[in-house]
């Protein structure tokens, strides 16, 4: 029995749609009795209604960067949150940069009082994702993960230092113009890892494109793909 985690935007999807050739491979895979799952940075309802859109098998789905894992079934089989204090406090800082776009997850949803943007996203526009309210969110103080997205990069810069000394304990990965934040010590890697324990399986692969995916193949042996930028590739 293998067990692979791919990640899904850019590695997965490659166009506007995962490619019907694809999605058959997958099939074949799960078939042969392997076990198949998507490792993103997104949290689980952003993806999950993009695989159920288009009929794509899987056994799990690691969110969040590592964050939040569930099963096939929906089952919660980890959720790390932030502590409320520190992610009000970071909200706070990253929102008075004026970020083009900045979000929460409580684990399974996304919440934002922005538009969602085609370009982070732009497969979206295919599924009916409806946003919660982001403002309950917080007050409820459930969060898993911060997000924010600057389309100028000095302006992530400056966004970066100004939570420098907030986010010593915590986890920070960045993709291009994208800052997102977790607990420490929340990768792919951890997800995977946790996921190979509950599938009582060694044999692992994983494969993704972008720089939260590093650690996940460094650990692995992992693969990237052609597209991919050349510092992923090394």
Do not use: W
């Amino acid at each position: 029995m293998k067990l692979l985690a791919s990640d899904y935007d850019g590695t997965l999807r490659m166009g506007d749609k995962v490619a019907a050739s694809t999605i058959e491979a997958i099939k074949r895979f799960r078939a042969s009795g392997n076990i198949f799952g998507i490792a993103t940075g997104r949290c689980i309802d952003l993806v999950k209604c993009e695989l159920d859109g288009q009929a794509i098998p899987y056994d799990f789905i690691v969110g969040n960067n590592g964050g939040t894992i569930i099963d096939s079934q929906g089952n919660l089989l980890e959720n790390v949150l932030i502590e409320p204090k520190l992610a009000k406090k970071i909200l706070q800082i990253l929102g008075s940069f004026k970020p083009d776009q900045l979000g929460i997850s409580d684990g399974l949803t996304y919440g934002t009082n922005y538009p969602l943007l085609e370009t982070l996203m732009p497969s979206l526009r295919f599924y009916n994702y409806q946003k919660p309210d982001v403002f309950k969110m917080i007050e409820k103080g459930e969060i898993t993960s911060i997000f924010v997205y600057f389309k100028q990069y000095n302006k992530k810069q400056e966004a970066m230092k100004a939570i420098k000394g907030l986010i010593e304990n915590l986890a920070c990965s960045t993709n291009d113009e994208m800052i997102s934040v977790c607990n420490k010590g929340i990768t792919k890697q951890h997800g995977v890892a946790l996921i190979g324990k509950h599938f009582n399986c060694k044999d692992i692969y994983v494969i993704g494109d972008d720089y939260n995916d590093i650690e996940m193949i460094k650990y692995y042996n992992g693969f990237t793909v052609e597209r991919a930028n050349k510092e992923i590739k090394k």
